[in-house]
């Protein structure tokens, strides 16, 4: 079966960083892309950031670009995203998932395995 699952969240102050981990079982990650949304509470699930199959393509939305950066490491089966320069409006609950090979948008539906989530929470 296929499965990703998050970890690596956790309470953070404002201006800290966390890294979260996506890692799959069941599957290589090899011909996925994988993307990170994120869902806040009474709010709708946004993306956040994907990276493509090859790890030569990512794209981040506007409110996470020059803090956040995405990356894979395939022999791990892993994804990766480091987050810095947290802000209190980054909480959320993070969750990634996988698509055929590239990335194209935050399509919710095109995407696939969806991990359980991770708590993230940036507050003093």
């Known amino acids: 079966q296929l499965q990703l699952v998050e970890s690596g969240g956790g309470l953070v102050q404002p201006g800290g960083s966390l890294r979260l981990s996506c890692a799959a079982s069941?599957?290589?990650?090899?011909?996925?892309?994988i993307g990170w949304f994120r869902q806040a509470p009474g709010k709708e699930r946004e993306g956040v950031s994907c990276?493509?199959?090859?790890?030569?393509?990512?794209n981040y939305a506007d409110s996470v670009k020059g803090r956040f950066t995405i990356s894979r490491d395939n022999a791990k089966n892993t994804v990766y995203l480091q987050m810095n320069s947290l802000k209190p409006e980054d909480t959320a609950i993070y969750y990634c998932?996988?698509?055929?090979?590239?990335?194209?948008?935050?399509?919710?539906?095109?995407?696939?395995?969806w991990g359980q989530g991770t708590q993230v929470t940036v507050s003093s």
């Open positions: 069941g599957f290589t990650l090899d011909y996925y892309a």
């Open positions: 998932a996988a698509k055929s090979y590239y990335c194209s948008g935050y399509v919710m539906s095109d995407f696939g395995s």
């Open positions: 990276i493509s199959s090859s790890g030569g393509s990512t």
